[in-house]
């Protein structure tokens, strides 16, 4: 699986866009870049994914650049209860092992 | 609401102990997965299942054994505790129907082992 690298913490202030960046240079044709989070003492929770068109949807954004090297994950609106660890994840989609390889991720914390 | 629950949310065991640690999903999915989760380390896949009685490694998975008797249950086993398995324990499932594969989490068990 190709590797991601996510800078270790972020602030945004609240009402604010969050734009989290991630590299992932060795990133594979038939591999997808998926964003989950997880909020304190809680599970992962999934965000979004893509594979090379940006994406959309009600919790964000996904912005992949052409040569698919890199991505941005975007929250429009952050508030308080966005602050959690980010995890960017490459991946290829389906079959009976789709397991999810997860790194250190990003801190996210919202401030007031 | 999709949910994926597991019996436990805070665990206290001794070396040598038999644990079980149990998951159910109501969503039918045919994939569940158990992950540890340690501090610097992210999230390790310990093992997997992809059926009923169906079971695969993961990236760690000794000292731990699963069990899959029915669709919507998946139990971690540790066999004989240690104290390098106190870990946050996350169950999560997952299916490729309808083309979406994001995998559900549930809410962990921090296991301690003294």
């Known amino acids: 699986d190709a590797k991601t690298t996510q800078p270790p913490s972020m602030d945004c202030a609240e009402g604010r866009a969050a734009n989290l960046p991630c590299n992932h240079s060795?990133?594979?044709?038939?591999?997808?870049v998926y964003w989950y989070r997880q909020i304190h003492s809680q599970g992962p929770q999934y965000i979004i994914h893509?594979?090379?068109n940006n994406e959309t949807n009600e919790m964000a954004s996904l912005i992949i650049t052409e040569d698919r090297k890199s991505s941005t994950l975007i929250l429009p609106h952050a508030t308080l209860r966005d602050t959690a660890v980010y995890y960017c994840?490459?991946?290829?989609?389906?079959?009976?092992?789709?397991?999810?390889?997860f790194g250190t991720g990003t801190l996210l914390a919202v401030q007031p | 609401d999709v949910k994926v629950t597991q019996s436990s949310r805070y665990l206290v065991k001794r070396t040598g102990e038999k644990v079980f640690l149990e998951c159910v999903q109501d969503?039918?999915?045919?994939?569940m997965f158990w992950y540890r989760q340690d501090p610097g380390l992210g999230l390790r896949l310990i093992y997997f299942?992809?059926?009923?009685?169906?079971?695969e490694k993961g990236d760690i998975p000794e000292g731990y054994s699963v069990s899959r008797e029915k669709k919507e249950r998946f139990s971690l086993i540790l066999e004989s505790a240690s104290t390098n398995q106190t870990s946050m324990y996350l169950c999560?499932?997952?299916?490729?129907?309808?083309?979406?594969?994001?995998?559900?989490f549930g809410p962990g068990t921090r296991l301690t082992v003294l």
């Open positions: 999560a499932s997952s299916s490729q129907r309808g083309g979406r594969d994001e995998q559900f």
């Open positions: 060795t990133i594979s044709g038939n591999e997808y």
């Open positions: 893509g594979l090379k």
């Open positions: 994840i490459v991946r290829t989609r389906g079959g009976a092992t789709n397991k999810l390889i």
């Open positions: 969503m039918d999915h045919e994939n």
């Open positions: 299942s992809y059926d009923v009685k169906m079971k």
